[in-house]
């Protein structure tokens, strides 16, 4: 391990020499390639650094031991479990970094959310998840776009698909998805009783021109009249967008934006990663086939998590993770169940590695 964790640092002075090369920063997309792989190298780099402290450190209370005086020695007996523990913890560390990445993992994600099973609650509920993520895309400084929504009737959204755009986007929010269920009283509810409602998740890595070949030929678009709040725009020029994508069958609709011209882009976008996706779980099944994993991404019709706010609990089903900080993780504080989610996925790849 030490000699790959060598190799690893000496990619990285490489990378940290290049980004002061005036060729390099004038290349926007070598600069922005170059800074990636800085700052995904860099997570590798502090972890070492300071695991070869801690190695330091254990060898000199080694020597300490061995060679010191009564009082030192006793010093170093108590500092030698501690120790020993964060090497451990630190080699855990410096393994799950190390483990080969899903080459998908880099890509921008579009996150699709729709009201499940519940009535008007569950497009309450599934506002209250959009703006949950929202929230959490913001506090990793992504930028996030709304391609389309279908208000509920009573507040919240029956369906709505956003893009978020950044680092790592897909591999750190594609375990979201799947079945979300909450329960609580609903506003709707006058009797007080808790009832029990759904929303699904599913994370999609969008795809670049490049990776989805689209004829024209075999594509067949449809125009309508957007609805919304109102306006003079509203309803009165058909400027939303329904494109179906004939081979596979796949649709999408679009009427966020205020021309046609703009609803069939953003149209385009959500088609090309929709088939995208589509390839991307079939190669996913064709892994998991061989290995189970624990925390896959590729059944969406899993239920994967619990909200309860009556005991302001959340309970991550796959990996058995309970925190009482409901309040706060409705207001997008994920990044501690996400860590572990990743975590698991990653010691379950290194173990069938192994």
């Known amino acids: 391990m030490i000699d790959k964790l060598e190799a690893i640092k000496g990619r990285f002075e490489q990378v940290s020499l290049a980004l002061t090369n005036p060729e390099i920063v004038s290349d926007n997309k070598q600069f922005m390639k170059l800074s990636k792989e800085y700052r995904q190298l860099e997570k590798v780099v502090k972890a070492y650094e300071a695991y070869r402290k ?3 450190a254990i ?3 080694k020597e300490v031991l061995e060679s010191g005086d009564d009082e030192m020695r006793e010093l170093a007996k108590e500092e030698s479990e501690p120790l020993q523990l964060q090497k ?3 080699e ?3 393994r799950n970094l190390l483990v080969p990445k899903d080459p998908q993992d880099e890509r921008n994600a579009i996150l699709e959310i729709r009201g499940g099973t519940g009535g008007d609650e569950a497009s309450l509920f599934a506002g209250d998840l959009l ?3 929202l929230r959490f895309c913001e506090n990793k400084g992504w930028s996030t776009n709304l391609l389309s929504e279908t208000p509920g009737a009573v507040g919240g959204y029956k369906e709505a ?5 950044g680092d790592d986007v897909y591999g750190t929010l594609k375990f979201e998805s799947g079945v979300h269920r909450v329960q609580r009283v609903p506003a709707t509810e006058a009797s007080g009783r808790v009832h029990t409602s759904a929303a699904t998740v599913a994370v999609l890595p969008e795809a670049d021109e490049v990776d989805v070949e689209i004829r024209d030929a075999d594509i067949k678009m449809d125009t309508f009249r957007s609805s919304g709040a109102g306006g003079q725009h509203v309803n009165k020029t058909e400027s939303a967008v329904r494109l179906t994508h004939i081979p596979t069958g796949t649709v999408v609709e679009c009427q966020e934006g205020r021309s046609q011209h703009s609803n069939r882009d953003i149209a385009m976008k959500m088609l090309r990663t929709r088939i995208y996706e589509a390839a991307v779980r079939k190669h996913e099944e064709a892994i998991a086939s061989q290995r189970k994993s624990l925390v896959s991404t590729g059944d969406r019709s899993a239920k994967i998590r619990t909200y309860n706010y009556p005991q302001g609990r959340v309970t991550d089903h796959r990996i058995g993770m309970t925190m009482y900080n409901l309040d706060a993780f409705m207001n997008g504080e994920v990044q501690e169940m996400i ?3 990743q975590f698991a996925e990653n010691a379950e790849k290194f173990k069938q590695g192994a």
Do not use: D
């Open 131 to 133: 703006r949950m993520y």
């Open 59 to 61: 060898a000199f209370n």
């Open 54 to 56: 801690l190695l330091e």
């Open 92 to 94: 855990a560390t410096i």
């Open 161 to 165: 698909v956003v893009e978020v755009s």
């Open 88 to 90: 451990e913890e630190q």
């Open 339 to 341: 860590e572990a989610l």
